[in-house]
T-cell receptor, first 113, second 113 residues
């Protein structure tokens, strides 16, 4: 397994501003993922962040809106840019520790007013 | 649209009863994972299934992967109040080399004492 921490745990932001979410893992992992979970909904993959390469975004998500950094094997950031109320959601980072096991961080609860 | 379908979306159970949640994919999966998310929490990895027809047990939880590797089920016996939460299945398509997970909509479980 893996111990994953995220900062901040929650935030309330104004429309038009940006928020950077940090994800820290207690061990080196190649693959990290960023998900969004809207209230009462399932998880939607935003992008895959592999160290040493550009993040790969899923359909409906673009780098200008959700820039991602992956400077090393234990850390990643996701920025939610030019926020609108529709961005209010829980943002979760996740890591793959083996071919078939994936673990999630505690999430960042974002409210945009 | 969602390629991993999960039913039921909502399950109200009396304490002590059994219930099953089902997961169906339109495509063959290389593996399937199950997660539990408590209210206000993040998804917690329960188990992964890889082999066709595989059955795994964790105390009162029984997980099964279909012969065709397109469906899975989670059966909980003698439900307890601690079983409250949303159970998600998540599968990886055989064509996906990165192992990205496609989540089902989840089954929200409410237990009445």
């Amino acid at each position: 397994s893996a111990v994953i921490s995220q900062k901040p745990s929650r935030d309330i932001c104004q429309r038009g501003t940006s928020l950077t979410i940090q994800c820290q893992v207690d061990s080196q992992v190649t693959m990290m993922f960023w998900y969004r979970q809207q209230p009462g909904q399932s998880l939607t993959l935003i992008a895959t962040a592999n160290q040493g390469s550009e993040a790969t975004y899923e359909s409906g998500f673009v780098i200008d809106k959700f820039p991602i950094s992956r400077p090393n094997l234990t850390f990643s950031t996701l920025t939610v840019s030019n926020m609108s109320p529709e961005d209010s959601s829980i943002y979760l980072c996740s890591v793959k520790t083996s071919p078939y096991e994936q673990y999630f961080g505690p999430g960042t609860r974002l409210t945009v007013t | 649209g969602q390629q991993v379908m999960q039913i039921p979306q909502y399950q109200h159970v009396q304490e002590g009863e059994d219930f099953t949640t089902y997961c169906n994919s339109s495509t063959t999966l290389s593996n399937i994972q199950w997660y539990k998310q408590r209210p206000g929490g993040h998804p917690v990895f329960l188990i992964q299934l890889v082999k066709s027809g595989e059955v795994k047990k964790q105390k009162r939880l029984t997980f099964q992967f279909g012969e065709a590797k397109k469906n899975s089920s989670l059966h909980i016996t003698a439900t307890q109040t601690t079983d409250v939460g949303t159970y998600f299945c998540a599968g990886t398509k055989t064509t996906d080399s990165w192992g990205k997970l496609q989540f089902g909509a989840g089954t929200q479980v409410v237990v009445t004492p």
